[in-house]
């Protein structure tokens, strides 16, 4: 499965989640987003998804709100904790979208997530509550965000030791 993961402020090509992705046999690209300006990361994000051509969309923190701002057809977004509501510009997702959160998320609150389904008109079992804190960066955080990129893909395949 090909991946186009979108890190959040902070973060940098070949963190944690996306090389655990990578090590369980999926093609990542990870681009450098910026961190100060919003419009350029969308720019970066969808230079990279035209020439990668993903299967699946994972965006982490401001990479989810990212995700939902460039034109990506009917590709999945799996979004981890999305900043997405301070931006002002898409408020909505795509019915094909799993939110991976935590309620004890002490930089993105949880509502919010709830609040993006809303817009969208999507139920809020489109939430997965994971995690103790806003990276997910635990084992089993890791695992649902690796299970929901092969659920929306339709690959059966999730690979991995």
């Keep these: 499965m090909r991946i186009l993961f979108l890190h959040g402020v902070g973060s940098r090509p070949g963190g944690?989640?996306?090389?655990?992705?990578?090590?369980?046999?999926?093609?990542?690209?990870?681009?450098?987003?910026?961190?100060?300006?919003?419009?350029?990361?969308?720019?970066i994000a969808q230079s990279e998804y035209d020439k990668f051509?993903?299967?699946v969309i994972a965006g982490s923190s401001r990479g989810?709100?990212?995700?939902?701002?460039?034109?990506?057809?009917?590709?999945?977004?799996?979004?981890?904790?999305?900043?997405?509501?301070?931006?002002?510009?898409?408020?909505?997702?795509?019915?094909?979208?799993?939110?991976?959160?935590?309620?004890?998320?002490?930089?993105?609150?949880?509502?919010?997530?709830?609040?993006?389904?809303?817009?969208s008109g999507l139920s809020s079992d489109l939430i997965i509550e994971v995690g103790f804190e806003h990276r997910l960066a635990d084992e089993h955080s890791l695992r649902a965000m690796l299970l929901a990129c092969a659920q929306l893909a339709?690959?059966?395949h999730v690979g991995g030791p």
């Design 154 to 156: 339709g690959d059966g």
């Design 16 to 43: 944690l989640k996306p090389t655990y992705l990578a090590q369980h046999g999926h093609d990542v690209s990870n681009p450098q987003l910026s961190d100060e300006d919003f419009l350029e990361s969308i720019r």
């Design 53 to 55: 051509c993903p299967d």
């Design 64 to 119: 989810g709100g990212v995700a939902v701002n460039i034109e990506s057809d009917d590709t999945p977004l799996v979004l981890l904790c999305p900043s997405w509501k301070n931006k002002r510009m898409a408020n909505t997702v795509k019915p094909n979208t799993i939110i991976l959160h935590s309620r004890k998320d002490d930089v993105i609150p949880f509502n919010e997530s709830e609040e993006l389904l809303m817009n």
